[in-house]
């Protein structure tokens, strides 16, 4: 059975670069059926799409974040990660990574979660 | 980018209620909708895909339904473990969108 889960730091500073790695164990990465993402939610609210990713390397950005998430695929090692550049304490959150089913589309799997908190 | 306008914000409801909430979509986005469910701590949960079909694994007290801009999650009789907060998500273009929320809370 497939599972997901998130590493990185707990905390960043503003201005600096947010990085996150989503280890995909349970099933291959590399599969026509599924895309790979990552959702945010801030502290007591809601949920908030990032980005999605193809393991051909195709990715998706939600806009409003202003051209900073860069999302990839590394299929050897089974992970897909996310880099967040220039972050502030609006990017504190908890950052989940995803899975999506295709046709019908459907995030189907999540990870548990990962705290980000953004403060000098 | 399209608007998903969820209501209730919140509820009350009792062991045993019906209980419906809808989603509103800025403009038609065919059967392509989502309903989730989160509880305090935990990553939220499929519940719905493709606006009526049950994610399997979930009971069949939950339903969905609508097409092009309205859509309805409904819990026939509502139980203990459902008090939580339910979103729904717009699947048809990018950016997907979620709905703000509906927190069902025990009465």
Redesign the interface.
């Known amino acids: 059975q497939m599972q997901l889960q998130e590493s990185g730091p707990g905390l960043v500073k503003p201005s600096e670069t947010l990085s996150l790695t989503c280890t995909v164990s349970g099933g291959s990465i590399s599969s026509s059926s599924y895309q790979w993402g990552w959702i945010r939610q801030p502290p007591g609210k809601?949920?908030?799409?990032i980005s999605?990713v193809f393991y051909s390397g195709s990715t998706?950005?939600?806009?409003?974040l202003r051209g900073r998430p860069t999302i990839s695929v590394d299929t050897s090692k089974n992970q897909f990660s996310l880099k967040m550049r220039s972050v502030t304490a609006a990017d504190t959150a908890v950052y989940?990574c995803v899975r999506r089913?295709l046709r019908?589309?459907?995030?189907?799997l999540?990870?548990?979660?990962t705290v980000v908190t953004v403060s000098s | 980018?399209i608007q998903m306008t969820q209501s209730p914000s919140s509820l009350s409801a009792s062991v045993g209620d019906r209980v419906t909430i809808t989603c509103r979509a800025s403009q038609g986005i065919s059967n392509?909708l989502?309903w989730?469910q989160?509880k305090p701590g935990k990553?939220?949960?499929?519940l719905i895909?493709?606006a009526s079909?049950l994610?399997g694994g979930v009971p069949s007290r939950f339903s969905g339904s609508g097409s092009g801009t309205d859509f309805t999650l409904t819990i026939s009789s509502l139980q203990p473990e459902d008090f939580a907060t339910y979103?729904c998500?717009q699947?048809y273009d990018?950016?997907?969108?979620?709905?703000?929320?509906t927190k069902v809370e025990i009465k």
């Open positions: 809601g949920l908030e799409w999605n998706y950005y939600n806009p409003s989940y089913g019908p589309e459907r995030f189907d999540w990870g548990q979660g | 980018a392509d989502g989730y989160q990553a939220p949960k499929l895909y493709a079909s994610q979103y998500l699947d990018y950016p997907l969108t979620f709905g703000g929320g």
